[in-house]
Nanobody
Framework: VQLQASGGGLVQPGGSLKLSCAVS????????WAWYRQAPGKQRDLVST???????RYAESVKDRFTISRDSANKMVYLQMNNLKPEDTAVYYC?????????WGQGTLVTVSS
């Protein structure tokens, strides 16, 4: 299983970006899709998850601004990010949990700056 994240870039505060993550390989047994982020000098933190059944969870810091979605048929997961703030600057990683294994994408950099 391989994951390829894309969609990062430079955006001004208050702007929007949509991250995408394409999964190749079998996702049979998938439990959930997720996005994490890691700011410079900080640990990697969970941003959002979505289960196979569509139940979503968000970190408190991104609630009401970010929306996770997935297209299981095409093995894609997305993160719509609105009203971005400088503190959202980080490398964003997609992740899938398939049975007892966890798979990671390579990360895409999001920079929020004026």
């Amino acid at each position: 299983v391989q994951l390829q994240a894309s969609g990062g870039g430079l955006v001004q505060p208050g702007g929007s970006l949509k991250l995408s993550c394409a999964v190749s390989g079998s996702i049979s047994g998938i439990m959930y899709w997720a996005w994490y982020r890691q700011a410079p000098g900080k640990q990697r933190d969970l941003v959002s998850t979505i289960t196979v059944g569509g139940i979503t969870r968000y970190a408190e810091s991104v609630k009401d601004r970010f929306t996770i979605s997935r297209d299981s048929a095409n093995k894609m997961v997305y993160l719509q990010m609105n009203n971005l703030k400088p503190e959202d600057t980080a490398v964003y990683y997609c992740n899938v949990k398939i049975r007892w294994s966890s798979y990671w994408g390579q990360g895409t950099l999001v920079t929020v700056s004026s």
